[in-house]
């Protein structure tokens, strides 16, 4: 026995058309020629009056204030409805609160869900549950694609700060020689020195001029952190070849107090 009455021919026909984001609505062509087609399908099933509410292309259906749902419901309880024709009958809500809203309604005044796979009645018990299990596997397919795109942006952000700090520290390591020859490259070009100074004095004599570069090149680290927020110590660590020659170098340094 067919689900369509009179009584539902009298009414009109809905056909609800959504895309979830403009970029749908832009490349996905398919999709909307398919709803609007459901158009046809209407007035195969016998329907004379149809009507095509498509406000909500580019909107959600995950919660989302959405005023062609809003003008559907409205339709709905006015008991102009006969019949909601959508591609799948879930697509209509994504969310628990409007899916079962509009079954409510839906049920109350006898109008049809329309779908590809079939006509639904929610006065009947079984078509009310089928609908119900439709609405809650949407509900959970749309729970599952969020928790995975959350997922998948932490990754995406954990990557990307690994990968700053990782390019940031192949930086430093890759200029620190060439800041130190630049700094040198004064002294390295000096063919004559004149030095007056007796050099009796605690950093005198020519020892002052070394003195001076080396002073320079301890300045660099805390200068570099500053630039770059990436601290010295830390980047000695990601170089073990290079911690390790500056511990032997500091042990040189430290005098023998036995």
């Known amino acids: 026995m067919t689900k369509i009455t009179p009584e539902h021919l009298v009414r009109e026909a809905v056909v609800y058309v959504r895309q979830s984001t ?3 609505v832009v490349q996905n062509l398919e999709s909307q020629r398919r709803q609007y087609g459901l158009a046809d399908r209407a007035r195969q099933l016998g329907w004379a009056d149809v009507e095509v509410i498509d ?3 580019g909107r959600s259906g995950a919660g989302a204030r959405r005023p062609g749902f809003e003008k559907l419901l409205a339709a709905i309880c ?3 409805v006969g019949a909601v024709l959508s591609l799948e009958a879930s697509r209509l809500a994504r969310n628990g609160r409007d899916w079962h809203t509009l079954l409510e309604f839906c049920g ?10 079939g006509i639904y009645d929610p006065t009947s018990p079984n078509d009310r549950l089928l609908l119900g299990m439709k609405g809650t596997m949407s509900e959970m397919e749309l729970s599952v694609f969020r928790q995975r795109s959350i997922e998948a942006m932490k990754q995406k952000a954990e990557s990307f700060k690994q990968y700053n700090e990782a390019a940031v520290i192949e930086m430093l390591v890759r200029i620190l020689p060439e800041v130190a020859a630049k700094i040198s490259e004064p002294l390295s070009k000096t063919e004559k020195m004149v030095i007056i100074n007796s050099g009796n004095g605690v950093g005198g004599g020519a020892s002052k001029l070394t003195g001076d570069v080396a002073t320079i090149m301890s300045q660099l680290p805390p ?16 170089v073990p070849s290079l911690k390790s020659a500056m511990e032997k170098e500091s042990t040189k340094r430290v005098p023998d107090r036995s």
Do not use: M, P
């Not at 109350?108 to 796979?117: F, P, R, S, W, Y």
């Not at 200068?223 to 990601?238: D, R, W």
């Open 22 to 24: 403009a970029i749908q």
């Open 55 to 57: 406000d909500d292309l």
């Open 108 to 117: 109350l005044v006898g109008t049809l869900i329309v779908d590809e796979d």
């Open 78 to 80: 006015e008991g102009r």
């Open 223 to 238: 200068v570099l952190e500053s630039l770059t927020g990436v601290k010295f110590e830390k980047l000695l660590e990601q």
